[in-house]
């Protein structure tokens, strides 16, 4: 392991010196963990997120993680994320379609829990008849949970979110998860050109006293997670301390959307801003997308592409000020719910 020196999140994420590598989207996801400063990985291996979680476990066999092991099953790896977090410590872990669903009842208590950590999420289908091939549909059960959800067009992004995915959840105004999310082998198996900031440089450690909410303190029982007790009981009051908490949870999301600005350049990226005609697409539907916009422009046709880097929080001034004048909107996705498609059309 080479020696890491700290330095300031600021300029690790946009001064930093880079060098490009021509990798894959799994190696630049775990390469974006080695300059986390990450001190816990928990994950149950599926296809195609092993190939992530293998290289993770590489990493911490040469001392770059503190800890790392394998659950029994994805409820109990999540589950285990967040009592990681609970006790101060930076934690990631990864998932894919299946996974993520049999792990989602714990991931959709991160965000009430203020449980500050990085998932990544490697689609594939979860509907029969079962392929490991990319369908992206289990994003959509991301989307109303009250977490940050960036999804990656290909291996520069990835690499590029998940090392800011650390930094944005831990922002006090924030503190909430990050899933960084792309697409099974199109991106996670095949190679791509990154630009990665020097291995010899990592993020701070995490402050977990530096949080919105108290850390777990075993000495003065009983331990805090959040403002009020994890379970109310049935009646009026309780909801309505549900329903206050959740309001403040969501509030979280919309602030994180100026550290996407500061971080990653915007929620959005706009190739031809006075199109007829918009492809508005994310992850590697914008990929293809761009490929489509230039086979158009070829014909003579005016054509352009919105791509959405944040799909929670949704950025919706932001599209609806570049589609105002447009004559036809594409939506494409590799899902059968179109939950992108419904997103813009709202």
Request: with cysteine; proline share 7%.
């Amino acid at each position: 392991m080479p020696e890491q020196r700290v330095v300031d999140a600021d300029y690790l994420l946009l001064e930093a010196p880079r060098e490009r590598k021509f990798i894959t989207g799994a190696q630049a996801m775990a390469e974006a963990v080695k300059r986390a400063n990450v001190d816990i990985a928990i994950a149950y291996p599926i296809t195609p997120q092993s190939e992530v979680m293998h290289l993770v476990g590489d990493l911490w066999a040469q001392g770059y993680l503190k800890d790392y092991y394998r659950a029994e099953e994805e409820y109990g790896a999540m589950s285990a994320i967040a009592g990681a977090v609970r006790g101060g410590a930076r934690a990631f872990s990864a998932t894919s379609g299946p996974g993520l669903l049999r792990g989602l009842e714990a991931i959709a208590s991160w965000p009430g829990h203020r449980i500050p950590a990085v998932l990544g999420v490697l689609t594939r289908v979860v509907n029969a008849p079962l392929s490991i091939q990319p369908d992206n549909v289990e994003i959509a059960y991301l989307l109303n949970c009250g977490m940050v959800v960036l999804h990656a067009e290909n291996q520069q992004d990835v690499f590029d979110f998940t090392l800011a995915g650390f930094v944005i959840s831990e922002k006090v105004d924030v503190y909430i998860p990050v899933a960084v999310c792309t697409e099974g082998f199109f991106v996670t198996h095949a190679k791509g050109y990154v630009n990665m900031t020097p291995e010899d440089m990592k993020l701070p450690p995490r402050d977990p006293y530096r949080a919105p909410v108290p850390p777990t303190d075993c000495e003065i029982p009983p331990a805090r997670i959040q403002r009020d007790a994890p379970v109310q009981k049935s009646n009026f009051m309780s909801y309505l301390i549900h329903a206050v908490w959740q309001q403040e949870v969501w509030s979280s999301n919309i602030r994180a959307m100026k550290y996407i600005y500061k971080y990653l350049g915007g929620p959005i990226e706009v190739v031809n801003p006075d199109a007829e005609v918009f492809i508005v697409a994310s992850g590697c539907a914008a990929a293809q997308g761009r490929e489509a916009v230039r086979y158009a422009q070829m014909e003579g046709l005016n054509v352009g592409l919105v791509k959405v880097k944040s799909i929670r929080p949704f950025p919706e001034k932001e599209i609806r000020e570049v589609l105002k004048k447009a004559k036809a909107v594409i939506v494409p996705e590799h899902n059968i719910v179109g939950w992108l498609a419904k997103e813009v059309k709202a």
